[in-house]
T-cell receptor
Framework: DAGITQSPRHKVTETGTPVTLRCHQT?????MYWYRQDPGHGLRLIHYSYGVKDTDKGEVSDGYSVSRSKTEDFLLTLESATSSQTSVYFCAISESGGALEDTQYFGPGTRLTVL | GENVEQHPSTLSVQEGDSAVIKCTYSDSASNYFPWYKQELGKRPQLIID?????GEKKDQRIAVTLNKTAKHFSLHITETQPEDSAVYFCAASIHSSASKIIFGSGTRLSIRP
């Protein structure tokens, strides 16, 4: 497995509280991604980063924000968690964003439950 | 934007038989098509990929075919084994300066002994 870790691996929180998930990589890859995985929906892109301080929205970005202050860390924040954000969150990395070298490698996932 | 549809959502085959999973995509500019396997409770892992300049790629018991005209691609697993049981995801990349891969909804493959 590529050098990707996520923390925490499991979290239970209450509606309305802020939550931050962390993705850490040791591969020095430029691109980092946050996905959520829900039954029947596969993997849906939340946000991605193409460099330090460079981020962009994915298809399901509402209610989420991200930050990348260092190459190795990509943070996902749920500003005010809702029950609809209960999901498994995966971080992924890729060496480049070009179409020829964009194989993505996934982290182990974070299971988030919002009560 | 790109949309990827995957069928079937569930598939059960006898051990030793072949399994085929099909995907269609909407953006004709897509040119990279990876397949991921996800075992229960694990992360998705790349098993094979194909780029738009080839029509077929094979790796041991796994093969992928691409029909750019029809905008569909398929995963073929031959001589299935119990360890092939997993959820399989197809994906297509949007051709842009940043790599945004759109995933299909997944196929749960079960291998019957």
């Amino acid at each position: 497995d590529a050098g990707i870790t996520q923390s925490p691996r499991h979290k239970v929180t209450e509606t309305g509280t802020p939550v931050t998930l962390r993705c850490h990589q040791t591969e020095n890859h430029r691109y980092m991604y946050w996905y959520r995985q829900d039954p029947g929906h596969g993997l849906r892109l939340i946000h991605y980063s193409y460099g330090v301080k460079d981020t962009d929205k994915g298809e399901v970005s509402d209610g989420y924000s991200v930050s990348r202050s260092k190459t190795e860390d990509f943070l996902l924040t749920l500003e005010s968690a809702t029950s609809s954000q209960t999901s498994v969150y995966f971080c992924a990395i890729s060496e480049s964003g070009g179409a020829l070298e964009d194989t993505q490698y996934f982290g182990p996932g974070t299971r988030l439950t919002v009560l | 934007g790109e949309n990827v549809e995957q069928h079937p959502s569930t598939l059960s085959v006898q051990e030793g038989d072949s399994a085929v999973i099909k995907c269609t995509y909407s953006d004709s500019a897509s040119n990279y098509f990876p397949w991921y396997k996800q075992e229960l409770g694990k992360r998705p892992q790349l098993i094979i990929d194909i780029r738009s300049n080839v029509g077929e790629k094979k790796d041991q018991r796994i093969a992928v075919t691409l029909n750019k005209t029809a905008k569909h691609f398929s995963l073929h697993i031959t001589e299935t084994q119990p360890e092939d049981s997993a959820v399989y995801f197809c994906a297509a990349s949007i051709h842009s300066s940043a790599s945004k891969i759109i995933f299909g909804s997944g196929t749960r493959l079960s291998i019957r002994p």
